[in-house]
């Protein structure tokens, strides 16, 4: 055989093999941060079935100073399935079925991706299913969105061998931030936006300060103003930041890297400005090094929405690992 053809040969078998390799693979995940894609008919979403799902997955979001939903939803009718809705990280398929039931499918058509389908019967078993399984739901989104935004996030990251050697921590920080005010045991990270700017602060008090404390949020509070007291002030004078007394914090106990977490999201105001906004703060009991690392995020946006602004802070902050 000519040694030419042969060589044609192999290259059109190579080429249709990578090809035929690359059509395996599976699409990937489109959208922005929070939103679903809610594929269910017009007749469904108009009426108490819709009412449930708007209730649920656009509730306000806790700890902002002002409305916004939890996640933006985009409805389509079923027979738009096909095309690019597939692609959405998080999409939600509800329809009549002969039988009740409620599925989630991992990367179904594209990654990552989490399709949730619910069908049943009848409106009220299709409302029952959303009602029982919307905890389950809501986690598994809000995980994948942070994921999500981590990936963005690592694109262009900052040069944190400072943080590492001054709290023994390293963390994933997108190149936007810069040093804006660097103590001992104490970081403040700062990103100006159009609408304002983001601050991440880093710093640690004894583990006596909160852990054996039963006024644990009093006592994050009280911390938290302190700190503003020493480094965050406003152009006025006695223009400190605060935790805004008019709004009760939220707090909860989680686990971040591994290690109790008390995680409190609520409203700052600079005292005697007309400057505040929401914050969220994680006080990690790092037995470990004996002490309560600290790890807050805040923002200044008056004139745009900011619940990405603080999942970008959430995201940055869970990136989080205590190195031994």
């Known amino acids: 055989m000519n040694k030419n053809l042969i060589l044609f040969l192999l290259f059109a078998f190579l080429f249709f093999s990578c090809n035929k390799k690359n059509d395996n693979l599976p699409r990937k995940a489109t959208g922005k941060i929070n939103t679903i894609s809610v594929i269910i008919d017009d007749q469904l979403w108009n009426g108490e079935i819709g009412d449930s799902i708007r209730n649920k997955f656009a509730s306000p979001v806790i700890g902002l100073p002002q409305e916004e939903p939890l996640f933006t939803i985009n409805q389509y009718p079923v ?22 039931k409620f599925e989630i499918k991992k990367n179904q ?4 991706q989490n399709v949730f389908h619910i069908s ?78 983001t601050s991440i602060l880093i710093y640690q008090v004894p583990i006596s300060s909160i852990k054996k404390n039963l006024n644990r949020i009093g006592n994050i509070i009280k911390m938290r103003d302190s700190i503003g007291d020493m480094y965050i002030h406003g152009t006025e004078p006695d223009s400190q930041m605060i935790t805004e007394e008019g709004y009760a914090p939220y707090f909860f106990k989680i686990k971040l890297d591994g290690k109790e977490t008390f995680e409190t999201k609520g409203t700052w105001e600079l005292k005697n400005e007309f400057m505040s906004g929401p914050f969220i703060n994680y006080a990690i009991v790092d037995e470990q090094h004996d002490r309560i690392l600290v790890l807050e995020g805040f923002c200044y946006s008056p004139s745009k929405e900011e619940r990405d602004l603080m999942h970008e802070l959430e995201s940055i902050i869970k990136s989080i690992h205590i190195l031994n």
């Open 79 to 100: 027979k738009l399935m096909e095309g690019f809705m597939s692609d959405s990280r998080t999409i939600i398929v509800v329809k009549k079925a002969e039988i009740n």
């Open 120 to 197: 049943g019967k009848t409106n009220a078993d299709i409302v029952e299913i959303i009602e029982e399984n919307t905890a389950k739901i809501i986690q598994i989104i809000k995980d994948t969105e942070i994921v999500e935004n981590q990936r963005i996030n690592n694109q262009s990251l900052l040069n944190t061998q400072i943080i590492a050697k001054e709290f023994n921590i390293a963390m994933k920080i997108p190149s936007g931030y810069l040093y804006a005010v660097q103590t001992s045991k104490f970081i403040w990270l700062k990103k100006e936006i159009v609408s304002g700017n």
């Open 109 to 112: 058509y594209a990654s990552p």
